[in-house]
T-cell receptor
Framework: AQTVTQSQPEMSVQEAETVTLSCTYD???????LFWYKQPPSRQMILVIR??????QNATENRFSVNFQKAAKSFSLKISDSQLGDAAMYFC??????????????FGSGTQLTVLP | DTGVSQDPRHKITKRGQNVTFRCDPI?????LYWYRQTLGQGPEFLTY????????KSRLLSDRFSAERPKGSFSTLEIQRTEQGDSAMYLC?????????FGPGTRLTVL
């Protein structure tokens, strides 16, 4: 079974600074997707960024970028120029890419990010 | 609004009562998922529909839980004889070709 581990329950960052959230995962598969989701206090999950395992290039989305290390099974999220609106719970998630499977997400336990003004 | 919607947003019930939640996915999405999220944890997969067929169920989904998706449109999740341990946020998600679209969730409190 796949597992996703987020070892930082809480992180804080000064506004306009950069912060990196860590995520490791365990899988024996070679084709999968990795995601970072943001869940603000309103509780609606929002997709931040996605990475296909077959792509060597790290995904970027504006101020958000990832460092994907497939051999190490590591998938960290870097938030640059942090803004107050970035404060939220961040979840790392794994999805097995398989036409025959449900393709459900396996989530980590989350990292609560606080942005300090 | 064309996002995933869920109803009700909050439900308080007494132990032993039955409850039913509804999820309306994005209209063209054929895949629909239910997840459960307890406080301080990430969501856990419950069940998956492709169109109207329920193709996968987690072992978290005990026999007190049942889900349907008639006609491949909206879905309902029913919990019979609720227990205090059922208190959680129940999230619905829909997709066409990739994951990404969650509803706001239904917060269930069992007294």
């Amino acid at each position: 079974a796949q597992t996703v581990t987020q070892s930082q329950p809480e992180m804080s960052v000064q506004e306009a600074e950069t912060v990196t959230l860590s995520c490791t995962y365990d899988t024996s598969e070679s084709d999968y997707y990795l995601f970072w989701y943001k869940q603000p206090p309103s509780r609606q999950m929002i997709l931040v960024i996605r990475q296909e395992a077959y792509k060597q290039q790290n995904a970027t989305e504006n101020r958000f970028s990832v460092n994907f290390q497939k051999a190490a099974k590591s998938f960290s999220l870097k938030i640059s120029d942090s803004q107050l609106g970035d404060a939220a719970m961040y979840f790392c998630a794994y999805e097995l890419f398989s036409s025959g499977s449900a393709r459900q997400l396996t989530f980590g336990s989350g990292t609560q990010l606080t942005v300090l003004p | 609004d064309t996002g995933v919607s869920q109803d009700p947003r909050h439900k308080i019930t007494k132990r032993g009562q039955n409850v039913t939640f509804r999820c309306d996915p994005i209209s063209e999405h054929n895949r629909l998922y239910w997840y459960r999220q307890t406080l301080g944890q990430g969501p856990e997969f419950l069940t998956y529909f492709q169109n109207e067929a329920q193709l996968e169920k987690s072992r978290l989904l005990s026999d007190r839980f049942s889900a349907e998706r008639p006609k491949g449109s909206f879905s309902t999740l029913e919990i019979q004889r609720t227990e205090q341990g059922d208190s959680a946020m129940y999230l619905c998600a829909s997709s066409l070709t990739r994951q990404g679209f969650f509803g706001p969730g239904t917060r269930l409190t069992v007294l």
